[in-house]
C-alpha cells in the first residue's frame, strides 16, 4: 500500500534561518509530488507541483525552493525565513491527477 | 488571481438538516472538480468528485451539483450529522496542477 512520510510535525524557527522540510512517498512510481501551504483565510495554497525527477512548477514567486532528487522524494526549502511563511505545510502526491494523497502536514512558525 | 471562488467561509447547520457550500471557477479548461474534507490537524481526504459532462453526483449523503454553463458547482451533505464537523474544499484540477478554494468551516450542531 501507499503511504506518504512528512516532516517535522512541528517547527518553530526564527527569521532569517534556513529551512528544510522532506516529504517521501513508498509504494508507488513516478508519482506527481504536491507542497501546499494553508493559512487562516487563504485555504490552500499551491506552492510547487512536480511531474518528474529535476521537474519543478512553481505557482508562487517567493523565498520558497523545491526540489526532487529522488523519484519519491520531495524538498521544500528556504534560505531565510520571513515571517509570512507562517503556515501549515501540506506535501501530497497523486498518480492520477484525480486524487491527492496528503501527508500528515508540518506547522512551521516563524518567529 | 484566485481561480476557484467558495463560499460561504463558515456555515452552522443543526444536526439532520442539509449543509450547502459553493463553488465558482473561472477557467473552462478545467477538467475535474472534487471535494476534500480536512478535521483539524489532518491533511484533507478526497471525499467525492465530478467531471464536466455530469450535472450530479451522489455518494451517501453527500452529492455534488454542477452547472457547467455557470460555471460553479455546489456540495449537498443530506442529514448532516455532528461528525461532518470538518473543513470542506472545493477543487478544481487542469492537467497535473489542482487548484482549492479557500475553505469552508462547517459545524453541525448536536
Known amino acids: 500500500s501507499q503511504t506518504i512520510h512528512q516532516w517535522p510535525a512541528t517547527l518553530v524557527q526564527p527569521v532569517g534561518s534556513p529551512l528544510s522540510l522532506e516529504c517521501t512517498v513508498e509504494?508507488?512510481?513516478?508519482?506527481?509530488l504536491y507542497w501546499y501551504r494553508q493559512a487562516a483565510g487563504r485555504g490552500l495554497q499551491l506552492l510547487f507541483y512536480?511531474?518528474?525527477?529535476?521537474?519543478i512548477s512553481s505557482e508562487v514567486p517567493q523565498n520558497l525552493s523545491a526540489s526532487r532528487p529522488q523519484d519519491r522524494q520531495f524538498i521544500l526549502s528556504s534560505k531565510k525565513l520571513l515571517l509570512s511563511d507562517s503556515g501549515f505545510y501540506l506535501c501530497?502526491?497523486?498518480?492520477?491527477?484525480?486524487?491527492?494523497?496528503f501527508g500528515s502536514g508540518t506547522q512551521l512558525s516563524v518567529l | 488571481q484566485q481561480q476557484v471562488k467558495q463560499s460561504p467561509q463558515s456555515l452552522i447547520v443543526q444536526k439532520g438538516g442539509i449543509s450547502i457550500i459553493n463553488c465558482a471557477y473561472e477557467?473552462?479548461?478545467?477538467?475535474?472538480f472534487p471535494w476534500y474534507q480536512q478535521f483539524p490537524g489532518k491533511g484533507p481526504a478526497l471525499l467525492i468528485a465530478?467531471?464536466?459532462?455530469?450535472s450530479e453526483k451522489k455518494e451517501g449523503r453527500f452529492t455534488i451539483s454542477f452547472n457547467k454553463s455557470a460555471k460553479q458547482f455546489s456540495l449537498h451533505i443530506m442529514d448532516s450529522q455532528p461528525g461532518d464537523s470538518a473543513t470542506y474544499f472545493c477543487?478544481?484540477?487542469?492537467?497535473?496542477?489542482?487548484?482549492f478554494g479557500k475553505g469552508t468551516r462547517l459545524h453541525i450542531l448536536p
Open positions: 509504494g508507488t512510481s513516478n508519482p506527481n
Open positions: 501530497a502526491w497523486s498518480v492520477l491527477k484525480e486524487k491527492l494523497f
Open positions: 465530478i467531471r464536466p459532462d455530469v
Open positions: 477543487a478544481a484540477t487542469k492537467d497535473d496542477k489542482i487548484i
Open positions: 477557467n473552462t479548461a478545467f477538467d475535474y
Open positions: 512536480s511531474v518528474g525527477i529535476g521537474q
